[in-house]
């Protein structure tokens, strides 16, 4: 790793400087270690701050998980997983950033979420809640820049529109790395397993993805998919192609694609009146 890599990772993995809830997540993790602790547990611990469990019922609510009326943290543990919970915790006060400063990283980030659990069901994939918060949270290494590096952020995005380049490739001239590689550290160091951090770190190389390729090429199609659409703003000029190795990993055809585009198309109706409804508080 070179020296401008290692400093960047240190400073952003500087938890002091991190907007997470290091009390509570603390004890989620020793509980969820624990094979003899219960969800109640766990969910007492979550429901103690209120900020928090407001935020994770928001998004358990939300069009990325396709459900509706979850009404406490007990249910959306049931119904998501612990792993879903815990990351939507740890990832809480990002996306509260994310909704006021950078609406449209939200959205993208919301419609990804949305087409990764589209595209995992229609595939009849198991743990389709955990690709959804994969797509989710496929972005966060983005947040992070802007709230660490927020000068090499501005170059970023100088690059960006001077060169007519991918958001990715601007980002490793100038920091050396990229978002994808900045989520998976951020995912590690939060302890998450890693069929959640996997597709976070190489939802633009599917091929790095050794233990999770199939979770991985859904969020990394999903990625694409919404981005064609031209919902959000992810940062990008130009659509990506698919890439070989997540289109056979999926066992795509062209007629399935179509499909799945209209279907997403659909869907993003619910995410947009869903973001401004969250805007609107």
Request: negative net charge.
């Amino acid at each position: 790793m070179t020296d401008k890599r290692s400093k960047l990772k240190k400073i952003i993995l500087d938890t002091k400087t991190l907007p997470t809830l290091p009390s509570v997540i603390h004890k989620l993790n020793s509980l969820s270690d624990n094979e003899r602790s219960s969800v109640r547990e766990m969910a007492r611990i979550v429901s103690s701050d209120q900020v928090l469990s407001a935020r994770i019922l928001r998004l358990a609510n939300s069009p990325s998980y396709g459900f509706h009326k979850v009404s406490t943290i007990s249910n959306a543990m049931i119904l998501l997983g612990v792993n879903v919970v815990k990351s939507l915790a740890l990832s809480s006060s990002i996306f509260a950033i994310m909704e006021k400063e950078s609406v449209g990283l939200w959205e993208h980030s919301l419609a990804v979420g949305v087409a990764a659990n589209l595209i995992a069901r229609k595939l009849g994939l198991q743990e389709c809640e955990e690709i959804a918060t994969a797509g989710l949270l496929h972005d966060i290494g983005k947040v992070i820049i802007a709230l660490k590096c927020n000068e090499a952020e501005k170059s970023i995005l100088n690059l960006v529109n001077e060169r007519q380049m991918y958001c990715i490739e601007a980002e490793r001239e100038i920091i050396d790395t990229d978002h994808a590689e900045i989520g998976g550290w951020l995912s590690k160091n939060w302890f998450l397993p890693d069929k959640l951090s996997e597709p976070i770190a190489f939802h633009h190389n599917v091929a790095q993805s050794v233990h999770h390729c199939l979770k991985t090429s859904v969020v990394h199609i999903a990625d694409v998919i919404v981005k064609a659409s031209g919902f959000g703003c992810s940062g990008d000029c130009f659509v990506p192609q698919i890439e070989d190795i997540a289109w056979n990993t999926l066992q795509l055809n062209e007629k399935m694609l179509a499909e799945l585009v209209d279907e997403i198309e659909d869907k993003l109706i619910e995410v947009k009146n869903f973001s401004l409804e969250m805007m609107g508080d």
